[in-house]
Every structure is written in C-alpha cells, then in structure tokens.
C-alpha cells in the first residue's frame, strides 16, 4: 500500500491508484526490482514475453511490435549514422 493512494478522480469511485514514479525514491524503485532505464525494461519485458528465455527474445518474429527493435537491450537508432 505504500506505492498506492486514494485516486483524486470521483470515476475512479476512491479505488487506489500508484503512485506517480516521481514521487517515490529512486532506491525504493530499485528496491521492487525495477530497472533503472527504460531500454532495461523494454528488455526485461521481451524476455518475459518470449517465456523467459532470453535466446527466444533474440529470435523474436513479432517485427510489428513497437518494442521489437529494442529487444535485445539497446537502442538501434542510436550511435549509428546510415
């Protein structure tokens, strides 16, 4: 409950809602498990999708979701000119 508050939004009927991540430190972040970037979890996410395993995130054939080129932990548009 310590990362969930009352929603300020009367549709919401006063259900929790998280936290905004900027209101919570970065070592209670790191604490849950989170990754520190946002490459990190795209990652992490890809592997989970690919049933764990990080050799079937490699051979990931979904091209047509947007995190597909960021599979592999790193940025493609990045550190290259073509």
Same mark, same amino acid.
């Given at each position: 409950?310590?990362?969930?508050?009352?929603?300020?939004?009367?549709?919401?009927?006063?259900?929790?809602?998280? +936290?905004?991540?900027?209101?919570?430190?970065?070592?209670?972040?790191?604490?849950?498990?989170?990754?520190?970037?946002?490459?990190?979890?795209?990652?992490?996410?890809?592997?989970?999708?690919?049933?764990?395993?990080?050799?079937?995130?490699? +051979?990931?054939?979904?091209?047509?979701?947007?995190?597909?080129?960021?599979?592999?932990?790193?940025?493609?548009?990045?550190?290259?000119? +073509?």
């Amino acid at each position: 409950m310590k990362y969930l508050e009352p929603s300020p939004y009367a549709a919401d009927g006063e259900n929790l809602i998280g +936290k905004l991540p900027s209101q919570i430190s970065k070592d209670d972040l790191r604490d849950l498990g989170h990754p520190s970037s946002p490459i990190k979890a795209i990652r992490r996410n890809c592997v989970e999708c690919a049933g764990g395993s990080e050799a079937e995130a490699r +051979k990931c054939t979904a091209t047509t979701c947007p995190l597909w080129p960021f599979r592999m932990g790193r940025n493609p548009f990045h550190g290259r000119a +073509k």
